[in-house]
């Protein structure tokens, strides 16, 4: 077990500035938000998401419309004109889950691989379970425990360039290293406050320039960095609300640039530092109504009558406990506003910079924040 839990501050990370891109950031902007609460082709509970090569969204969500009817653990396919696949819900023994009685009833978060491979974390069945995006159950691996390769409430899970799967575990204070089958090959973590420990750590991802691992640090409101072998290289926030602090934070995923997203659930937001920890942006919720909504509230009497006792329309653009933030490659931000039944989708306006539009970063030193 590789932890360093000394309060000897860190060194500034990184130490070669030149390993990450120069973005020039021109801010984000709002492009669209997707979902509906409906039985179905609807999202109830959105916990986490993934974006396939086309586009197309496959949104975990963790409860149903319908009690006793759908059962909770389902994907549903969507677009981003907010429109529906056809649900992808786990068959056990060539049957769907009976509603109430699932064994796959607590999901947690997703991910997906090169070859469309669905998988996702359950934190009452103390598995990893696949899925097809066609909707097959192709399995599931993991049993319940606190040794090598055992699981005790999984959270977060990511994949890295070679497609092994990184999980945490909230009840295990670590996180785990399998081949994509389930295989155990290496882990780390223990309980506590200090630098490398963990309480309760929630998403992960995996940096995708230089194969770090960054986990929300939940209950401790704070997000670290690891090496790959498990050294303690940066932490990023502090426990508050203010600029750059957290409050239990869920969700983290790393851009092309370097740049770190996170899930700032208890604050109701999502924040954005830099790949040296600096806070740069805030994002509070900017969703209005779809062309779609727009249409089937004015087709829908109750509705109409409920909005005509709206006197605050601006709460309905902002964010209920955000859970997840994914990017894609071409620079679409999604955030699993889960409070809202719905995703709110973001642009990246940052290009980055080629070595002769700027000096080396090492002529720019942080600026002094007062």
Known sequence: ????????????????????????????????????????????????????????????????????????????????????????IPIIDGKPQEPGKEFLSSPVMCAMDSEGTLFSTDEQANVVSMFKTTGETIGWWGETGDGPGQFNAPAGIALDADENVWVSESRNHRLQKFTRDGRYISGWGEFGAGLGQLDHPWGIAIDPINGTVLVADWRNDRVQRFSPEGEILQIIGRPGSGEGELKRPSGVTVDKHGDVYVADRGNNRVLLFNPRGMFIESFRGDAHI??????????NPDALRFRDNVINLDVEKRFVAPNAVKVDANGLVYIADTGRYRIQVYRNRAVALSPDQIDPPEMHPDPVVY
């Open 290 to 299: 779809t062309e779609k909504g727009y249409r089937k509230l004015l087709a």
């Open 1 to 88: 077990m590789k932890v360093a839990a000394t309060q000897i501050p860190l060194p500034s990370y990184p130490a070669n500035r030149n390993e990450y891109p120069t973005p020039f950031r021109f801010g984000h902007r709002f492009e669209t938000s997707v979902g509906q609460r409906l039985a179905s082709e609807g999202l109830m509970i959105p916990i986490d998401l993934v974006i396939a090569t086309d586009g197309m969204m496959y949104v975990l969500c963790r409860s149903a419309a319908a009690p006793g009817i759908v059962p909770r653990n389902r994907f549903v396919p969507v677009d981003l004109d907010d429109e529906y696949g056809e649900e992808i």
